[in-house]
């Protein structure tokens, strides 16, 4: 059975930090892209940064240089870096892992971020 558990959501300031994290059971973690998306108030699920199977990451341009994703291929967890948070972060993050070539696509529960004073 595939799990995905993210945790380290929470409540911070603007420009304060997180990080979250999601571990991974029940799959060949080192088979799969992982991606973190997020998903605000009323609007629509986006991309916030994936890491390939090589390490190779890519970021939305909105979280670039503030955002840093991460893998552990020995315990199976992704983590998501986030630094200097403003209110538009403000979200539930979302883990998702895909492997290519193939329909396998496992979500997490979401764990929620809100940058507020």
């Known amino acids: 059975q595939v799990q995905l558990v993210e945790s380290g959501g929470g409540l911070v300031q603007p420009g304060g930090s997180l990080r979250l994290s999601c571990a991974a059971s029940?799959?060949?973690?080192?088979?799969?892209v992982i991606w973190w998306y997020r998903q605000a108030p009323a609007k629509e699920r986006e991309l916030v940064a994936?890491?390939?199977?090589?390490?190779?990451?890519t970021y939305a341009d909105s979280v670039k240089g503030r955002f840093t994703i991460a893998r552990d291929n020995v315990w199976y967890t992704v983590d998501l870096q986030m630094n200097s948070l403003k209110p538009e972060d403000t979200a539930v993050y979302y883990c998702?892992?895909?492997?290519?070539?193939?329909?396998?696509?496992?979500w997490g529960q979401g764990t929620p971020v809100t940058v507020s004073a």
């Open positions: 998702n892992v895909v492997r290519p070539g193939y329909s396998d696509t496992y």
């Open positions: 029940g799959v060949t973690f080192t088979d799969y």
């Open positions: 994936r890491i390939n199977v090589f390490g190779v990451t």
